[in-house]
């Protein structure tokens, strides 16, 4: 059984991805998908996976409304994470899972420990390690954060005491051999973070770039994803107003993505007045983007921003660009900066400074793209990271296991 209640982001990718490889290498037995009941219609072509399946071991499992609007109208995360792992337990039971799957397991440490127990051997994806992070360059932690992390450790030695924990996987691959010494009994396992593997439709691309009506005289920089504070957008746009004019006029600013609503007032006036002042082309795309078009926007770019603010984890946005062989500008904190100086992805830069952000993005205006990134690593990190190569390590410990 998987287990997961949200219904955008990264989560019904997972899914797909799974199903696919479920129906694809025909597994034994039955796969059940416990979801929100919103999930069946938001994620159509997800569910339609399982209808189409040959042999229909695939199926969706809804909670019913009446679980799903008491869980949302719990008053506060902690409520609603122990009503949350409850239902993972209930649904465990009710369809006689074998072994069940968390595919986001960080907020479940606690009912780990304090909660009911769990009437199957379960798995779970950890997303956010920190305690490694001390080994990466530019990391300099305040007393705040040293504090943060010994909570974090403390809460998820006690969750490894759990003993229905059989494996974690961990989207960090440099976390695994430190967390590996908490637990003799839990395993750490690395996990791929699937990219979509697309064909990529280059008249496709081009007709966007068409309709976008991108200038043909300057470098479209794409900041891609939802739009708001955690992405950098803030620091971003003060960058933009420290830039010479000279290198606005070279400059596109490409934004897809939804602008979170809490930010959309100030983030548009500000979009305004850059526009207003500077000669700048700025392309704004307030929209959800279909899975099978977003090669497309990295494909038209020439520069990815991955600005986040002290991300925590891993950025599909870091592959994304790796497979279009696209040069980033990249926050030097945590895994984002260690992989994008690992494997050559382009410039890294203190994300929260709007001077360090205007210095690079003139600076690559003048490098060839080919000097600021290796092709070979790039590639090596897209195959590291494939949808097979992600569900199979899923599956296969699962499978030794039971």
């Not at 009941?37 to 071991?57: G, H, M, R, T």
């Not at 109208?73 to 369809?95: G, I, M, T």
């Not at 950890?126 to 040293?146: C, G, I, L, M, V």
Request: with cysteine.
């Amino acid at each position: 059984m998987l287990f997961d209640l949200s219904i955008d982001g990264h989560h019904p990718s997972y899914i797909r991805h799974l199903i696919e490889y479920w129906n694809h290498t025909q597994l034994p037995g039955s796969l059940y998908i416990v979801v929100a009941p919103q999930f069946i219609n938001v994620n159509a072509e997800v569910v339609d996976l399982a209808l189409n399946a040959n042999d229909k071991n695939v199926q969706f499992v809804p909670i019913t409304e009446d679980e799903y609007t008491s869980w949302k109208k719990l008053p506060n995360s902690k409520q609603r994470v122990f009503r949350e792992w409850h239902l993972f337990c209930k649904y465990s039971k009710h369809l006689q899972a074998s072994h069940s799957v968390l595919l986001y397991f960080d907020t479940f440490q606690l009912p780990l420990v304090l909660g009911e127990k769990a009437p199957c051997p379960f798995s779970g994806i950890y997303f956010r390690p920190t305690f490694h992070y001390k080994t990466f360059p530019n990391y300099a932690p305040n007393w705040k954060d040293t504090l943060e992390q010994w909570v974090r450790k403390f809460l998820l030695i006690s969750a490894l005491q759990n003993s229905q924990l059989k494996t974690l996987y961990c989207l960090d691959s440099f976390a695994v051999k430190y967390l590996n010494k908490l637990s003799n009994r839990v395993k750490f396992l690395p996990l791929a973070d699937p990219i979509e593997d697309f064909q990529v439709d280059a008249a496709k691309c081009q007709q966007i770039k068409s309709e976008l009506q991108v200038e043909s005289n300057r470098q479209v920089f794409l900041l891609f994803g939802a739009i708001d504070g955690r992405k950098g957008i803030y620091p971003l746009l003060d960058a933009i107003k420290l830039l010479p004019v000279e290198a606005c006029k070279q400059i596109c600013l490409l934004l897809i993505g939804k602008i979170a609503s809490s930010d959309k007032i100030k983030i548009t006036e500000r979009l305004s007045e850059i526009s207003q002042s500077l000669p700048i082309q700025i392309i704004i795309r307030d929209e959800f983007v279909s899975f099978e078009l977003v090669p497309c926007y990295f494909q038209i770019s020439d520069f990815i921003l991955v600005l986040y603010q002290k991300h925590v984890g891993m950025s599909g946005i870091i592959l994304h660009a790796a497979a279009a062989q696209k040069p980033v500008l990249a926050s030097d904190y945590g895994l984002i900066g260690k992989l994008a100086l690992e494997y050559q992805l382009g410039l890294i830069l203190d994300s929260t400074s709007p001077e360090a952000i205007a210095k690079n993005m003139q600076k690559v205006l003048d490098i060839p793209q080919q000097e600021l990134t290796s092709i070979e690593k790039m590639q090596k990190l897209v195959q590291q990271n494939s949808s097979e190569e992600f569900s199979k390590q899923i599956f296969n410990a699962i499978m030794l296991s039971t």
